[in-house]
Structures are given as C-alpha cells and as structure tokens.
C-alpha cells in the first residue's frame, strides 16, 4: 500500500510526532486553552510550504494578529486574512443583540463572507480560529455540527488543507468536532510550560504520550518523547581510554564505546574530575565530546580542569570538546533529549558525560519512576547511536554502609566506577574500585585515589587494609 504524501504542518518536531507530517487535503482540530499558543500554531502552519494561505479569525482582529506574529518573527505579509472578529461599534449600536447584529447571528453573512474570501485567494492551506465560535451563529448543536461539516468538506473538496482551533470549556465542549475531523491535537499548559499530544490521526500512526511545546522566537516548538528503538547505527566497539594508565588498567582497557559508565560516590570525591579525565582524552585524540552539567557551571568545570593540567579551554577553541550548563528547573526531558540527539547525530559527539543524575531528576519533578523511564530511554539511545556515556551519580552516605547508586539506576550501567572516602589514622582519604564491568574482566582491588596538580593518581592495590567500605578501614597484620 502506497504511505499518502505528507504535509509540514510548520511546526518543528511536529513532523516527528505525526509520523512525517499533515496528510494533505484533510482537516485537523487544534485544541487548548487560552494561552496555550494555538493561534501562533496557526500561523506557522499558514506560513510553510508553497501557495496560498487564508486565516479566518472570529476573535482578534487582523491587526493584533500580525503584531503578535511579528515579535515572535513570524512574517505574515503574504498571508491573505478573513476578519469576523466583532468590533465596538456593534456594542455601542443599541440593537437587539449585544456584540453580533442580526445579520451576523443568522450565519447568513459570515457564510457569504468565508465563501467570498475562500474562492477569492484560492487558498491551499486555511486555519480557522476558533471554530467554536461559529456556534454563536446558529440555533442549536445539530446545526453547529451540520454547518461544520459541510464548512469542511466545501474546503476539502477544493484541495485546501484545514486547521481549526477549538477552546472548550466547563460549559461548552468541543467533542462533537472530533467526530468531523482527521486528526485531533491538543496543547496545554504545564509545569514547565506546554504539553502537546496527538489523541487521534486517520489514515497514519502517531507518536502517542504527551510532548514538551515551547513558545520562542519563531514560535512554538514541539519536543517529542525519545523513543530508543527508532534510532540505531552501525559502530565498532572499542575501549576508550581515560589517558591514566592506572585507571585504565584497573578497567582493563577503559570504558566501552556503545555501553554506559556509573562513576559513582559522595560529594566531592572526585567523579567529575575523573570524568573529566575520559573526556579530554577522547578530545584530544579527536572524539567530539560533551559535558552536560546540571550541577556546576562551564566555567567553574573549566577553572577545575585547567587546574590540574586538563586543556579543556583549548579543546573548546578547537570544537572537539563542548561544554554545556543545564539548569534543571528550566528544561524538560523532552527538551534535553533532544539536545543530546542534535550533539550526537549533527555534531557527531562520541562521548557524552551527564553530572549528575541527581541534578537530571530535578528536571523531571516527579516520581522516582519517571527518573528510571527517561534515564532508560536516554541511555539506551546513546547505546544504539554507540555513544561511550558516563553518569555522574552523588550517593549520600560519606561513610558507613556502602551505596552502590542512588535511584535504583544501578541496572542502566555496564560499567560501576565507585569512590570511597576512608579514614585512616585520623586522615580523611579517598579509594577507588570497580563493582562491575559487562563487556570485559576488570581488577577487583582497591587502589587509593588522588588528585594532584597533574591529575589523578591511584596507588597500589590496598591490599594490606580491610573495611574500607565501611570507611574505617583497619591495617591487616603480616
């Protein structure tokens, strides 16, 4: 069966949702409360694509509607706009009706005046806004629906493709027009911002779920849910090495390309700056590298790795190496997602540091299962992209019982990289081990850890010590 031609409905990442787009020729209801950013949604769809275009706007009058798309840069000077919003001479007339007159509350002359319009401009693509309010043009919810659909089907039949908003309320409901339309999409307001989900698309399937919509310049954006299984590609595993010999050894070669990597273990042990470690030398041999920090800045991360002899600022000036602050409370999954698919399939990353996962949850501001669903997709994403992914994760215990991850996240990782802090004859020091590594064997010994002015150093095995897990270790006798 031959897949329909497919419509850009104007809006970025839409086309992701929508399986490729509108299908051409059919009509789509846009529905949301006020401020939702349907009328903006609108215009984008008007403004893409070739041909004519015609917005018929029962609420704002044109005038409004060109200054609100020109601060978002929305060029609407080829647009060809139907003016039936009311106006304040209706109110001041003294007629028998508040705001419509006679002649506009029978229907007859917004019907002549759609229909001139319509054969006028020849129209390809048409956006109603709102629909619901040619209800105030009619005797009952039997007429409303008639008028609709044949309203529709007089547009269709002329090969334009359809947009109509619709803002239900407690009192009036715009479900019988779902019945009337191809496909329904919905936005609302969130925590974060806005939501759009797509509940029904005749003739196509659809990414199901709710998807981050923002507002910006150029106007709304739509976000879709990563889906892991979509995305894969071809790539050869391989170590990728941390530039510490030590390290590597206890790794037995490194961290794997295509699998992710837990550095894990309480405030300032140092998994930032081992991370570091394996970022710069992935740059350095030529590896575009990221850093999405969610708990420091760019520019106290750099300060720290110039500190210590990592040439992060230099790498930086050669684009291999890229830096990013993420505050949490202003981003969602969705958004982030997509982020980190543009630095993998555009910029081409090869190694991908996320600090920390504590920092990612906050971005989230839910349950601890929505943590495991997103990081899941997540991870799994840059494993099939064979991306070498290391997580920073903060556990809360300094001493006392061991945690290996907080969250329950321990099952996303190949490889757990733990730190330890330990007290030993009244000094407060740090060890390092490897609880688990998937691809390959690994040294099971813990080596004490540093960090110097020359980066990190790991001692000898500890093999004289016990119950350094516990952080009071004790010396063992000959």
Known sequence: MTRP?????????????????????????????AGTGKTV????FLTTGEGSSLFVGFEEPTENVRQNAATLGIDTDDLSFLDLSPDGDAFAADAGYDVFGADEVEGDAVTARIREAVETHDPDRVFVDPMTQLRHYVRDDYQFRRQVSSFIRYLT?????????????????DEDLEFICDGTLTLSHAEKGRTLEVTKFRGSSFAAGTHTARVREGGVRVYPQLVPG????????ESVSSGVDALDDLLHGGID???????????????????????????????HSVAYLFEESAATFTHRSEAIGLPVNELRERDVLDVR????????????AADVREAVEEDGARTVLIDGVS???????GEDDDLVRELHALCRYLRNMGVAVILVDDVGSVTGDFEVTSDRISYLADTIVFFRYMELTGELRKAIGVLKKRTSDFERTLREFQITDDGIVLGDPMTRLRGILSGSPELVDD
């Open 325 to 336: 602050d993420v505050e949490p409370l202003g981003v969602s999954p969705d958004e982030f």
């Open 257 to 287: 390309r295509g699998t992710v990597s837990v550095l894990s273990g309480p405030s300032g042990v140092g998994k930032t700056t081992t991370a570091a470690h394996f970022l710069v030398e992935a740059a350095t041999r030529g590896e």
């Open 230 to 237: 979509d995305h894969t590609t071809g790539f050869t595993p």
């Open 359 to 365: 920092g990612y949850r906050l971005s989230l501001r």
């Open 5 to 33: 031609p497919r419509l850009d409905p104007g809006v970025p990442g839409l086309s992701t949702v929508l399986d490729g787009g509108f299908v051409p020729e059919r009509a789509y209801m846009l529905r949301g409360g």
């Open 41 to 44: 949604f609108g215009l984008q």
């Open 157 to 173: 039949d002329r090969g334009v493709t359809v947009l109509f908003s619709t803002q239900p309320t407690g009192a009036v409901s």
